[in-house]
């Protein structure tokens, strides 16, 4: 009910919305753009400062609302703004993953890799050994390469070799994986 009212305001306020993504309003002119974006009840409003100002204006005379400023986190990502720009990170993601998987106490590394040995015996990615055992339900293996999986796609895409080939060991993950 509410998106409706909302969404009949905007358009008439010259906001264009896509069917793709109906939660998504943009108004651009010649030197200007806004876009109005809203996720269950909560809007981020992205633009230029003076159309931004203008569309927190108006819709504060037609609705309640409450500013709450520039958005800090917004669908697990936060947001940092900058002088220089906003920086997009998930460090109370990692930080929250890493107590999870008791790894908060580890050292960390330049580098998400290992190097790989052309020798088979010393290659830490090689498969499975029968006198091998594979790591039990109490290692939270896949939930732990679920969480890379999200943070690589989000924010890191330099882990995200290291997390792919990690996630072949799935079905046999064992204590050097």
């Given at each position: 009910?509410?998106?409706?009212?909302?969404?009949?305001?905007?358009?008439?306020?010259?906001?264009?919305?896509?069917?793709?993504?109906?939660?998504?309003?943009?108004?651009?002119?010649?030197?200007?753009?806004?876009?109005?974006?809203?996720?269950?009840?909560?809007?981020?409003?992205?633009?230029?400062?003076?159309?931004?100002?203008?569309?927190?204006?108006?819709?504060?005379?037609?609705?309640?609302?409450?500013?709450?400023?520039?958005?800090?986190?917004?669908?697990?990502?936060?947001?940092?703004?900058?002088?220089?720009?906003?920086?997009?990170?998930?460090?109370?993601y990692v930080q929250k993953m890493l107590r999870?998987?008791?790894?908060?106490?580890?050292?960390?590394?330049g580098t998400p890799m290992v190097t790989r040995?052309?020798?088979?015996?010393?290659?830490?990615?090689?498969?499975?050994?029968?006198?091998?055992?594979?790591?039990?339900?109490?290692?939270?293996?896949?939930?732990?390469?679920?969480?890379?999986?999200?943070?690589?796609?989000?924010?890191?895409?330099?882990?995200?070799?290291?997390?792919?080939?990690?996630?072949?060991?799935?079905?046999?993950?064992?204590?050097?994986?």
């Amino acid at each position: 009910m509410w998106y409706d009212r909302l969404s009949d305001y905007l358009m008439e306020k010259r906001y264009k919305s896509d069917n793709l993504c109906p939660c998504m309003f943009i108004k651009r002119t010649s030197t200007r753009f806004s876009i109005v974006v809203v996720y269950v009840d909560d809007m981020n409003i992205i633009g230029n400062l003076k159309e931004i100002d203008e569309t927190v204006t108006y819709l504060k005379s037609e609705f309640e609302m409450k500013d709450l400023e520039k958005t800090r986190f917004c669908l697990g990502l936060e947001l940092e703004h900058r002088e220089t720009g906003i920086l997009i990170h998930q460090s109370a993601y990692v930080q929250k993953m890493l107590r999870r998987f008791n790894m908060d106490k580890a050292y960390p590394l330049g580098t998400p890799m290992v190097t790989r040995s052309l020798d088979i015996k010393n290659d830490q990615f090689c498969p499975k050994e029968d006198d091998e055992e594979v790591l039990g339900a109490e290692i939270a293996y896949l939930s732990a390469i679920g969480a890379l999986l999200y943070l690589a796609q989000c924010t890191r895409p330099n882990i995200a070799f290291l997390v792919n080939l990690l996630a072949r060991f799935s079905s046999a993950s064992m204590q050097h994986h």
